[in-house]
């Protein structure tokens, strides 16, 4: 019996190949692997496409055939069959409108208080509850269905069930427990169930397709060993694979569902929790090697979570719209923690749902009004490219007060071109904050000033990539272009150091460290790891980086991670794992990202050295290194490149050089044949060039730190000894200016003095008061300011022969900082002003090595006030930058001192109502530090707790 012939595909079939091919092409996949294209094509085995490549297939298909996929797709199709189906399925092929209609939006009156005495995140939600626990705390957002509410009350009650159920399998006070769940509420109650339960989250993401279930848990046994898990919390569809994944992980007791978690009955066993118990362990490396576990406590987050807020002026008002992935530290901790902290509502939607329409994110913002949200630069780029005009109609996002780009680097290019879009859509542009922050630091580490646009830094390329100085650029070619990610977070520091650790002048680019209540206190069970980690008592990023006005512009990293669709991939792991491919010449593969200007993101790029040249053998192994790959990071390559023996270029020592391997590759010189001298002579220059630059740049220090100090001592000693000498305070006083002018004058550091025309008149009195940067302050004043005047120090000087005695010989007014004669010392100063003196003072007390104005003390105003002379305020720059606290090693720079307009108390009392000389005091040191803050380019650290008083 004849078989029946096989029934024709619909025409549809044949339409949604060539979408598939188009793809294909613009992915410039190989010609061979699309030659068999046919619709049981696996999309992960053959063709080897990611999350966006397929996201962007989606975008086509829905455009194509006017349909609305739905977003679990994105994860579920395997094959262009599954697509086919979903097609097929939608109602006579018409696209389901989208819903623009606005929701009754979440608003408050006022803003409720925040759990300010709160030590840990269970603390935290325990206050909600008390508070309010009926408030919608989560909003789920699931495709077009009505928002699914979770209230303060049911996070709780449904995280006790989870508690109990997590002890009644034996977890105690300390075990980890991996979570591995997608974005939904079992999630939230999974969360925080761990942590009622005494134990520690570690959450690691799930994979992108359940097909990939088995390699995916079987790819993370080694963070599973790591953190010794005892459990994974995970989707049933786990549960065939725990018997293998236990064979592998000895401490995993069980691979249990929320399901079951949640039969258990009664309340938990009450566990105490401290401030630094460890709140989570978020992992940061691949899958092979030994995995990072960053150990962040309650302290640290909660310390991360309020100086975040604080920078942005969060509140109980704000709604966070999220599509993050609760996995990665911007999603769980500035997203989910931030708004629980503040009793914030948070409407979150899985990212398959952005990336199968980022429309719904903007949609969502719409929606209910949201005045923060955030996401990685490629996002912002896949809006730019996926939104049609037509399908922007009526959108709305003048609600956002922040819109926080980080995660990835940030380009320029992308935030101005997202501004100029979404413009006539109420988007402001101050809205656009660039942030930078890493795991290691809880999250959030820099941001920029609220209410201001974007700052791009336009640098000179030849002068950065020679003497690594950010010199701005005046012409607009050749220039480099660096996003400025702001300062440092309140209680927080940054710095930029050396590759001996010194730290450098701004507008020097180095690598970045970083310090403060949020910092981790290393990785769990990796002690070679944490060692690397800490500078002394400062953390190295891993970034290089420049600071200009004390903001932070990266500029690269020190490492070769790649950053590609907002994950970390690390070259080695993806090197060792297609070095074992036969066919394929172990040790001499090279894994590297390249920019790309189209998606705001880095392609990763693979070369990999064999001796085959039949045509079919290389595709078969560019297959196997997509799989191979996919397999290990679960995201494909961008390019395969198959090159002959020698291409791959490394050390002396025998290690990959990826950066050379990239500026072939980028120069289209890599696998190129050329001539042997021009290959030794580019081999010679990329290897070389950047160690000279190095050493150069060395040698230029230290010579410029011994020149310094040797004619220090030189003029020092000479200017000591004509003081000492001189029989007038006016012959002193004009010595030592001197002396000052000629020292900079040898040392090549620039001196420069705006408005001295509002000085008064020499022959009048009066107070000037000055922020205080660094010691050379005080050699500063006396080159640049015109007047003679009495300095007034600390007591402590007067015991020190060589300065005691320069200060005394110039007129310097000393005072003692104890209670005890600190007032006897303020009625001497305020007799010398009322007879006529002028006085300089340091009202900050003291100065640090980090840059911002500190509170001003009292005194110097109150002596204005009582003898009625007028504050001159002074700002000195550029002297932090050439002689920083805490070190004695000195930088070439320029010093500037901008002297402000005078402030009379007269003028001040006539504007207070029966005015006492200390209310004129306190509005003298108000005004008086508003002008010098206004001119200082330095963040404002009044508000902010000291860096000594960090726990």
């Given at each position: 019996m004849a078989e029946a012939p096989p029934k024709p595909e619909p025409p549809a079939a044949t339409e949604l190949l060539a979408l598939i091919r188009s793809v294909a092409d613009e992915l410039k996949l190989p010609p061979q692997r699309l030659r068999a294209l046919c619709l049981d094509t696996s999309f992960d085995r053959e063709l080897g496409l990611d999350s966006l490549s397929r996201m962007e297939l989606f975008a086509r298909i829905e455009k194509h055939f006017g349909v609305r996929l739905p977003e679990r797709l994105l994860a579920e199709a395997e094959t262009p069959r599954d697509l086919l189906r979903a097609i097929l399925a939608c109602a006579s092929g018409k696209a389901r409108a989208q819903v623009k209609e606005l929701v009754v939006p979440f608003a408050e009156a006022a803003a409720q208080p925040a759990p300010e005495t709160a030590q840990t995140l269970i603390e935290v939600l325990a206050w909600h509850v008390k508070q309010h626990p009926d408030r919608t705390h989560i909003l789920l957002l699931q495709d077009d269905l009505p928002a699914e509410p979770i209230s303060y009350g049911e996070l709780a009650a449904q995280a006790k069930r989870f508690a109990r159920g997590l002890q009644d399998l034996g977890v105690e006070?300390?075990?980890?427990?991996?979570?591995?769940?997608?974005?939904?509420?079992?999630?939230?109650?999974?969360?925080?169930?761990?942590?009622?339960?005494?134990?520690?989250?570690?959450?690691?993401?799930?994979?992108?397709?359940?097909?990939?279930?088995?390699?995916?848990?079987?790819?993370?046994?080694?963070?599973?060993?790591?953190?010794?898990?005892?459990?994974?919390?995970?989707?049933?569809?786990?549960?065939?694979?725990?018997?293998?994944?236990k064979a592998q992980v000895p401490s995993l007791t069980q691979v249990i569902t929320p399901e079951k978690l949640t039969r258990a009955s009664g309340d938990p066993d009450p566990i105490p929790r401290s401030s630094q118990d460890i709140a989570l362990l978020q992992y940061t490396s691949g899958s092979t090697g030994m995995p990072k576990g960053v150990i962040l406590t309650h302290f640290n987050l909660l310390s991360n979570i309020r100086a975040m807020g604080k920078a942005v002026q969060a509140d109980s008002r704000d709604v966070f719209v999220s599509w993050l992935p609760l996995y990665h530290d911007m999603g769980l901790i500035g997203a989910w923690l931030g708004s629980l902290y503040y009793g914030a509502r948070l409407a979150v939607m899985s990212p398959l749902a952005f990336l199968a329409q980022?429309?719904?994110?903007?949609?969502?913002?719409?929606?209910?009004?949201?005045?923060?949200?955030?996401?990685?630069?490629?996002?912002?780029?896949?809006?730019?490219?996926?939104?049609?005009?037509?399908?922007?109609?009526?959108?709305?996002?003048?609600?956002?007060?922040?819109?926080?780009?980080?995660?990835?680097?940030?380009?320029?290019?992308?935030?101005?071109?997202?501004?100029?879009?979404?413009?006539?859509?109420?988007?402001?542009?101050?809205?656009?904050?660039?942030?930078?922050?890493?795991?290691?630091?809880?999250?959030?580490?820099?941001?920029?000033?609220?209410?201001?646009?974007?700052?791009?830094?336009r640098i000179d390329r030849e002068v950065f990539c020679r003497t690594g100085k950010a010199i701005p650029a005046h012409a607009l070619t050749c220039a480099l272009r660096f996003v400025s990610c702001g300062r440092p977070l309140p209680g927080h520091e940054v710095r930029i150091v050396d590759e001996q650790g010194r730290e450098l002048p701004e507008r020097v680019e180095g690598r970045l460290e970083f310090r403060?209540?949020?910092?981790?206190?290393?990785?769990?069970?990796?002690?070679?790891?944490?060692?690397?980690?800490?500078?002394?008592?400062?953390?190295?990023?891993?970034?290089?980086?420049?600071?200009?006005?004390?903001?932070?512009?990266?500029?690269?990293?020190?490492?070769?991670?790649?950053?590609?669709?907002?994950?970390?991939?690390?070259p080695q792991e993806i090197e060792e794992a297609v070095g074992r491919i036969a066919g394929i010449r172990a040790g001499c593969v090279a894994a590297f990202g390249s920019p790309d200007p189209q998606t705001g993101t880095e392609r990763l790029i693979v070369v990999a050295e064999t001796r085959?040249?039949?045509?079919?053998?290389?595709?078969?192994?560019?297959?196997?290194?997509?799989?191979?790959?996919?397999?290990?990071?679960?995201?494909?390559?961008?390019?395969?490149?198959?090159?002959?023996?020698?291409?791959?270029?490394?050390?002396?020592?025998?290690?990959?050089?990826?950066?050379?391997?990239?500026?072939?590759?980028?120069?289209?010189?890599?696998?190129?044949?050329?001539?042997l001298w021009r290959q030794a002579l580019h081999l010679l220059a990329a290897a070389v060039r950047p160690q000279l630059r190095r050493r150069l740049r060395q040698i230029q220090a230290l010579s410029f730190a011994a020149w310094a100090w040797s004619m220090a001592g030189a003029i020092g000693a000479l200017g000591w000894l004509g003081v000492l000498v001189l029989p007038t305070l006016e012959r002193r006083w004009r010595f030592a200016s001197w002396a000052a002018r000629f020292l900079a004058r040898v040392t090549g550091i620039s001196l420069r003095a705006e408005g001295l025309d509002h000085l008064p008149a020499a022959e009048r009195p009066c107070i000037y008061v000055s922020n205080h940067a660094s010691y050379l302050d005080g050699a500063a004043v006396l080159a640049l300011i015109p007047r003679r005047f009495g300095f007034v120090a600390k007591r402590e000087f007067t015991s020190q022969f060589i300065a005691g005695t320069f200060l005394k010989r110039i007129g310097c007014e000393f005072v003692e900082r104890s209670s005890e004669h600190s007032v006897q010392d303020a009625k001497r100063l305020m007799q010398a002003a009322k007879r006529g003196r002028s006085l300089w003072f340091f009202p900050e007390g003291t100065f640090t090595r980090r840059p911002g104005l500190l509170p001003f003390r009292l005194g110097a105003f109150m002596t204005a006030a009582e003898a009625g002379l007028p504050v001159v305020p002074v700002t000195i720059r550029g002297t932090r930058q050439?002689?920083?606290?805490?070190?004695?090693?000195?930088?070439?720079?320029?010093?500037?001192?901008?002297?402000?307009?005078?402030?009379?108390?007269?003028?001040?009392?006539?504007?207070?109502?029966?005015?006492?000389?200390?209310?004129?005091?306190?509005?003298?040191?108000e005004l008086a530090r508003q002008a010098i803050l206004s001119r200082l380019g330095e963040p404002d650290l009044a508000e902010e707790p000291s860096p000594l008083l960090r726990t």
């Open positions: 006070p300390g075990d980890t427990v991996a979570l591995m769940l997608p974005t939904g509420k079992e999630y939230f109650f999974a969360f925080f169930g761990l942590l009622l339960a005494g134990a520690i989250p570690v959450p690691i993401y799930p994979p992108a397709r359940l097909s990939q279930l088995e390699d995916h848990l079987l790819r993370h046994s080694k963070i599973l060993n790591n953190c010794q898990a005892k459990l994974l919390v995970t989707v049933p569809e786990a549960k065939p694979v725990a018997r293998l994944l980022p429309l719904r994110w903007l949609l969502a913002i719409q929606r209910h009004r949201a005045t923060l949200t955030a996401a990685p630069n490629f996002a912002y780029e896949l809006c730019l490219k996926r939104l049609a005009e037509e399908e922007l109609k009526g959108l709305d996002l003048s609600s956002l007060r922040a819109m926080f780009n980080g995660a990835e680097p940030v380009s320029p290019a992308t935030l101005e071109r997202f501004a100029a879009r979404f413009a006539p859509y109420g988007l402001k542009p101050e809205a656009l904050m660039p942030v930078y922050g890493l795991a290691e630091n809880s999250v959030g580490l820099t941001f920029p000033p609220l209410g201001r646009p974007p700052r791009v830094d403060g209540p949020s910092s981790t206190q290393g990785y769990y069970r990796n002690p070679q790891a944490t060692a690397a980690l800490f500078d002394g008592d400062w953390l190295i990023s891993g970034d290089r980086a420049y600071l200009a006005d004390g903001e932070v512009y990266l500029t690269g990293r020190e490492k070769d991670i790649v950053i590609h669709a907002g994950r970390n991939l690390y085959e040249t039949d045509p079919k053998a290389r595709e078969k192994l560019i297959q196997a290194i997509q799989q191979q790959v996919f397999s290990l990071t679960g995201s494909a390559p961008d390019e395969v490149r198959l090159a002959p023996p020698g291409t791959v270029l490394k050390t002396s020592s025998g290690k990959i050089r990826r950066s050379a391997c990239k500026e072939f590759y980028e120069r289209g010189l890599l696998g190129r044949p050329l001539p050439i002689l920083r606290a805490d070190s004695w090693f000195p930088r070439p720079g320029a010093i500037s001192l901008i002297v402000s307009p005078p402030i009379f108390p007269q003028a001040v009392a006539r504007e207070l109502e029966n005015p006492s000389s200390f209310q004129i005091a306190v509005r003298l040191r």
